[in-house]
């Protein structure tokens, strides 16, 4: 179902009804304004996904401490240049399908399908955002920081969880943006507008006492 669903900017733009003149289709050169921005979105969207996994990969291969944070490279500027990179590649491709129904080249119906087509982009962002994505990389990593300090095996050197705080609150959760900028930030515009919703976060006053005996329950 993902496969099928986020290939239907590809699949509606290789239509009849798109594509073949004798089916009502019409060949629209390529070179628009939404070819242009396409491109440019796929391009971005793919070196930052692309470079962001050679990053970690890299990082994880040097086999760091546990309480080392990721923080270098295009993590340096948001917690997720991967997913970042995901989401912005499927806008791309997406725009890239849709200058024969601005152009008028198609039949109505064909539009309407090339529009649509707007649920491919919009599956993966919300998909990567609620399902598969942030929800199973911000909380729990979170909580594994809390108790590499807090916890029954805590680290004996240093303050994980401390500085794992430090790099939330330097770091967006999403959007590409310097830390610089993005600290001093009111916190109620990261937790809306910059999208680092409750959701994402791991409440110590709340949830540390529970996490810490649930730990020590495996032993």
């Known amino acids: 179902m993902w496969a099928w669903v986020v290939s239907f900017p590809v699949t509606f733009i290789h239509s009849p ?10 060949n629209v050169p390529f070179g628009s304004a939404s070819d242009i921005i396409g491109i440019i979105f796929f391009v971005v969207g793919f070196l930052f996904e692309a470079i962001s996994d050679v990053q970690k990969y890299r990082f994880k291969s040097n086999k760091p401490p546990k309480s080392k944070v990721m923080n270098t490279g295009l993590w340096h500027y948001t917690r997720h240049p991967n997913y970042w990179g995901e989401i912005v590649l499927h806008w791309g491709i997406w725009l890239l399908t849709i200058q024969p129904a ?18 491919g982009p919009l599956f993966i962002t919300l998909l990567l955002f609620f399902v598969s994505g942030l929800p199973t990389a911000e909380k729990p990593v979170q909580k594994r920081y ?3 300090q807090h916890g029954p095996k805590a680290v004996e050197n240093g303050k994980p969880w401390n500085d794992y705080q430090e790099y939330l609150r330097s770091t967006s959760i999403f959007w590409p943006i310097p830390p610089s900028i993005y600290r001093p930030l009111p916190s109620w515009v990261k937790k809306t507008v910059l999208l680092d919703l409750p959701m994402f976060q791991f409440d110590e006053a709340k949830e540390g006492r529970q996490a810490v005996d649930d730990e020590r329950n495996k032993d």
Do not use: C, K, M, T
């Not at 009804?17 to 019409?26: I, L």
């Open 146 to 148: 809390y108790l590499l």
């Open 102 to 119: 601005l152009s008028n080249r198609v039949s109505s119906s064909a539009q309407a399908a090339l529009y649509a087509g707007v649920l």
């Open 17 to 26: 009804n798109v594509s073949a003149p004798e089916r009502g289709g019409g």
